[in-house]
Structures are given as C-alpha cells and as structure tokens.
C-alpha cells in the first residue's frame, strides 16, 4: 500500500536532513514520491556508433577504450587540460576534460567506457571535449532526471536505485490481473523500475504504457466517482408531458440533434436522480433552442429554470432569445444581472422567489445566496469552458438537488470531452440548421491588410457590418491603450466614413452592453474588439471577421470567432491576419480554410498544440498529470476509460479489498490536486 512507500525520504541510504530539503524542491518528500518522479528523457548506450561512422558536430554515444593517459597541461591559473587517447578499433579520439581531475583518474587504462558528446575535429584527429562519461558496466539507458540545486544526475540515480531496492517489495498491485492481461500491460513494480532504469527502449515503452494507463485510469475513475456522487436522488423528478407546443411555436424547424438533445433531457429529467447533462455543439449549432425546450418541459411540470451565462451580453442575448421562444407560450422570463440596478434586482428577486417568474437568465449574480427560488428545478450553464467543475457544483446546492443543462461550445474529441467532463452525460449537436453557408476563410499576410480593409469597407457599403479582433489581454494597460489606439487609427484613417465602436473587457459591464446594444441595432458599422466577443454573440447582419495576430490563437479559439459571422442570410467571411508567416504558422491557419467542422479543428489543435489549450487552464479543475499526456496517448486513454467502467460496474464505490490500491491512488490524484485549485 503506499503508506508503506510514503516514508520520508531520509530512510534511505545517503539522505540526510540537508539532502532531503532539496528533493522537497522537487515536491519529492517520500519514497513513494521518489519513485513516481519520472525522467524526462533518457540516454541510450545500448547502441553506440564507432568512432570511424560517428558524425561531426552531433551529440552520439561512442564506447572505447582508454589507450594513453596524457600528462596533465596547466594552460593558465583556474584552466588545466587532461587528455587521453581512446580508441574503438576503428579510429582513435583524443578525450579532453576541462580541470575536472576526479574524473579523469578515474579513467583506467585499458579498460572501456562510454562517451556521451559531440565529435570534433577532422578525420584524422577527432576530438571530444567534456563529454559525459559512463563505465562499460553501467546501466545501459540512463534516466535523465529534472534537477534542482544540489542534487546531480548520478546522486538521483544513486538514491534511485536505492528506493527501489529497498522498497521494491512494498510496491503493490493496484489493478486487477485480468485488466492487466486484457491490455497487455506490465506489473507496476516493473512498471516502476524500468521507468528509471529501462534495458532497452523497449522495456521503456512497456513501463511507460503502464504508468500512463495507471494515471488515465484513475483520472477517469474520479471523475466516475464524481459523477456517482451526484447521483443523489432528485427532489425535482418530472412527469412525462408532451412539449409539442413548443416545437410548433418555433419559428424554424429543429434539427434532428437538437430534437435528440431535447428528448434526452426530457428523459433525463423524469429519473430518480438529477440530470447532468452537457450539450456540446459547435458555434450556431442552436443550443439555445435545446436549453429552451428543457427549460419549456421543467415549467410545464411547474419547475422553474435558472440560466448562468458568463457575460452580460450573453446574459441579455439568451434572455431575448428565450423571450422569443417561450413568452407566446405563457412563460415568464426574467432577466438578473450586475449592472442592473438595485430596484430592477429587488422585483427580479421578488418575481422569483413568489414564482412570478418561471425562467431567470443571468449573470453570477444568480449564484449569490440572496436569490431565493420558489422551486427551481434545472440549471443550465452556458459556455461551460468558462467555468470549473466546482463550479458546476454551486448552483445545484440551490432548491431540491436541480437537474442541471451545460451548454459548451467548445468541441472536443470525444474521448477528451469524457475526461473534462466525465461527471456528465453527453448530446452531441452534430449538424448545424439547414441553410448555413460556410464562412469563406483566407489567411493572409500583414502585406494583404490594406486590401483587407478594402474588402471589409466594400461590404460594408453593402448594408453589413463588420468585427475586427485583436488579441490583447485585457488585463494589461499597455495592450489595452493598443486595442484603444487601433480602433482609434482606424476610425480616423482607414474607416473614418464609418461608424466604429470598440469593446473591450476594461469596460463596465454596462459600457459595454450599451455597444454590443448599438451594434446589434446596426449603429455601429464595425466594431474593434478583443477576445470578449468571442463567445456566443449573435449578430446576422455581420458578415465579416476579421482577426489581427491570428497566430497567436488556438485553432478552436479562431474557429469560435468566426462563428460571430454567417448566422444570417449573407455571405461571409473570416480574414486571418498574420504577421508571422513562418511555415509551421501556414498549416496551422490553412486548417481553418479548409474545414468549418468544429470537431475537426479541434483535434487538429490538439495535434498541434497539444492538449494545453483544453487542459492547461486550471478552470477545468482537473488534476495535474505527472506522465500521460492526453493527445499522445489516445489509444492508453480509451483503454482506460473501458477499465475504468469495468471497474466501477461490480464495484461502484471501490470498497472491495482488491480494489483498496486503486481507490488509495484514485484519492491521492484528485485530492492532492482538487485541493490546490
Ligand atoms: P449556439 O449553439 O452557437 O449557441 P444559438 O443557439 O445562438 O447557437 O443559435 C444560433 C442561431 O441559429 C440563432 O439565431 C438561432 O435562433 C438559430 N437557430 C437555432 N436552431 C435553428 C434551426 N433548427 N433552424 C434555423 N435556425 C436555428
Ligand atoms: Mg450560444
């Protein structure tokens, strides 16, 4: 168990109090935290070339003997030069070590080592300075540690080796045998000791399977703990009605997943337990419609609904939507927001609290304990990625254990999505509604941006309007006073016949309703803007986006700017910027030319950037991983994910004996992580 390999440190050989302090740099405080700091790379000396093949000029492993030891060469005070002849049989190497004389005595004539470096010099005279030396016995990989002040490479190995000889018999088998054999996967003490010490690459890979699959394995049987968890009963079980109303009220018919993601909520809600359920959908797949339907179904079973967007905008734009879709049918909609005023907040809160109100829309400002519900029955979150599963928690503690909607979208791959949000049921918005025309994508060059600004003043005369985003962060005054000083030369130069506005997160909340008001009513012709305009404004009659440093997004990030365009009946497109035209920058915009299918894009992301971008933020709440890497290790990911399930099928909560190690590993990720968050 791993009490037994949580000692402290210092029980090993040749750590004392001191040595012990710096590992504690490292976060290594036992002997179980030791064994689980993992190299970042390794050397390999099971293949050396000969010196006669070796390339010039390029790291490579050579294996030769010591020939001649010269006598030591005193060039200055502070710099002595040691050589030795080597040689492999077939050619010679002159060995040069800088003032290091340890090491160079250490040198036995006649006997071999290996040599680590670079080879310089000619064919004839081939050199190599201060390489890392390694005797002929050593170990064939050699792990390549992350350091801190004080500790070396040979004493990490040294106190490596003393772990796991000194507690090799405490490491314990934590997955059961048949999931072992199922996927072909390695004991965890070999796991552990050819992680750090591998004979080949081979056994390398074989350990790394399994730390990965052990890491993945009990990050998703957390989050399915999680999810458990939450499956208390519902004070809010619904009856089975029909919503047939709302679907004819609609002005457009639904899509066939809208309607799937409607009836799965409809569903949902008449169990004993509450809904969580997420509804991913790339931009303008029409979530909003389905978070509608939901809302309309809780209120025919006389439940009201609360929806949490993460801006004012957003707020008020779901807020008009749901007016339009649910007032004809005799619900009441309610708009609860910062920025408005204490009176308009004191009768919203009334109305909700008397249940005057059946659907409020808003702002944080609802999660605020002074709102009372008089029965709320769901809870849906829009734009998820924005909020944390912790967050996701708070609400559902307001009325009798709510059924909860999340709205995200942000596509992920499947397999992703299930491990962010593993503690909810997913419906996939696949199509988007009929009619759309896919926004026309060009990538450009700084050298285009004149004609750029041509083509955006052209549609502009035609009656459309126009965004221009620059990525700033909001939070600093100097890139602020840039997003203010861009919209100003524009408004004076390129774009001084039009009407231009500009938006920003500095301003107030109010400020900045007020001109994504003035946009929407077409007062604005163009509207400069950072990122704040990214998530879900809806303007039809913008047609053009146009993003200045285009490289310094994500893929999925410019994929959701774009979607502000084409959510009307005109023809649009999306001008991406760059003053960065390296070749690696070029592919990755050419992505966005090419598809407009969200999922798509986003597993190209993933390729090119790794999973940072989804897992990197800590708002995910997820914990940290120590080896397994989420895009490389697909493949170990789905394997864990069945186990996992497996797992969880006969023994739900972990208590049987032979699942302790798992449940002990499974706390100890997400308690040591959830906590700093
Ligand atoms: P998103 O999924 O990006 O949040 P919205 O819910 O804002 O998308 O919907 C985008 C636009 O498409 C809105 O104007 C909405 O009224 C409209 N819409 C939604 N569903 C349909 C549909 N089935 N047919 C036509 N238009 C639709
Ligand atoms: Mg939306």
Request: proline share 4%; aromatic share 6%; charged share 25%.
């Amino acid at each position: 168990m791993i009490k037994d390999l949580a000692k402290p440190i210092q029980y090993l050989k040749g750590v004392g109090e001191k040595r012990s302090e710096m590992y504690a740099k490292l976060d290594v405080h036992t002997v179980y935290d030791l064994l689980y700091h993992f190299p970042r790379y390794y050397i390999d000396l099971t293949r050396p070339v000969s010196i006669k093949d070796a390339p010039t000029g390029e790291s490579c492993v050579v294996k030769c003997r010591v020939v001649k030891k010269m006598a030591a060469a005193r060039i200055r005070k502070g710099l002595t030069v040691f050589k030795a002849v080597m040689t492999d049989d077939t050619a010679d190497l002159t060995l040069i070590i800088y003032n290091a004389e340890f090491q160079f005595d250490k040198l036995e004539t006649d006997r071999e080592y290996f040599l680590v470096g670079k080879l310089e010099g000619t064919l004839i005279r081939r050199e190599i300075s201060s390489p890392q030396i390694y005797a002929a016995d050593a170990d064939p990989v050699q792990p390549v540690y992350h350091l801190t002040e004080g500790i070396t490479q040979a004493m990490l190995r040294n106190n490596m080796h003393g772990a796991l000889q000194a507690f090799d018999k405490y490491i314990y088998e934590p997955v059961p045998k048949e999931i072992l054999k199922e996927n072909s996967l390695c004991s965890l003490e070999y796991a552990l000791k050819n992680i750090h010490f591998p004979q080949d690459s081979h056994t390398c890979e074989l350990a790394k399977r399994r730390l990965v699959f052990d890491e993945l394995l009990t990050l998703q049987l957390g989050m399915l703990m999680l999810k458990q968890r939450s499956r208390e009963r519902s004070g809010c079980k619904m009856k089975e009605l029909d919503i047939d109303d709302y679907y004819s009220a609609l002005p457009f018919e639904l899509t066939s997943s809208q309607k799937s993601a409607i009836s799965d909520c409809v569903a949902d809600m008449q169990k004993d337990c509450p809904m969580n359920r997420l509804v991913q959908g790339d931009v303008g797949s029409g979530k909003t419609a389905v978070a509608a339907g939901a809302a309309y179904f809780a209120f025919k079973n006389g439940y009201q609904t609360a929806l949490m967007a993460p801006t004012e905008i957003l707020a008020k734009q779901h807020y008009d939507t749901l007016c339009g879709f649910l007032e004809k049918l005799g619900v009441k909609v309610v708009l609860l927001t910062g920025s408005m005023t204490a009176k308009q907040k004191r009768l919203a809160k009334e109305g909700i609290e008397n249940g005057d109100h059946q659907v409020v829309v808003g702002t944080h400002a609802l999660v605020q304990s002074s709102t009372v519900f008089c029965r709320l029955g769901l809870v849906i979150t829009d734009e998820q990625h924005r909020f944390g599963v912790e967050q996701r928690g708070l609400l559902a503690g307001k009325g009798d254990n709510p059924h909860r909607l999340v709205m995200s979208a942000t596509p992920i791959p499947r397999t992703l999505a299930l491990m962010i949000y593993g503690d909810l049921d997913i419906s996939v918005l696949r199509e988007l509604p009929k009619g759309r025309q896919p926004v026309e994508t060009y990538a450009v060059t700084g050298k285009l941006r004149e004609r750029a600004y041509g083509y955006v003043r052209q549609h502009l005369d035609e009656g459309r309007q126009a965004y221009i985003v620059c990525p700033m962060i909001e939070e600093s005054d100097s890139e602020l006073q840039n997003v203010k000083s861009y919209a100003k030369k524009l408004s004076e130069g390129e774009f001084k016949d039009y009407k231009v506005g500009l938006l920003h997160g500095r301003l107030a909340a109010a400020k900045k309703e007020q001109v994504m008001e003035s946009f929407k009513a077409k007062e604005l012709d163009l509207l400069v803007s950072t990122t704040v305009v990214e998530v879900g404004v809806d303007v039809p009659n913008a047609a053009i986006m146009l993003i200045e440093n285009a490289d310094r997004f994500g893929l999925s990030q410019l994929h959701q700017l774009r979607g502000r365009v084409g959510r009307g009946q005109f023809k649009s497109s999306c001008i991406l910027i760059t003053d960065n035209p390296t070749e690696e920058v070029k592919q990755r915009l050419k992505v966005l030319s090419k598809t407009s299918d969200g999922f798509e894009i986003s597993q190209e992301d993933l390729k090119l950037r790794g999973p940072g971008d989804f897992f990197g933020s800590r708002q995910h709440g997820l914990p940290k991983l120590k080896i397994a890497d989420m895009a490389q290790d697909i493949e170990v990911l789905r394997t864990a994910q069945q186990a996992a399930r497996k797992i969880l099928d006969t023994d739900s909560a972990l208590d049987k004996p032979e699942n302790a190690g798992l449940r002990e590993l499974t706390e100890l990720l997400f308690e040591k992580n959830l906590s700093d968050n």
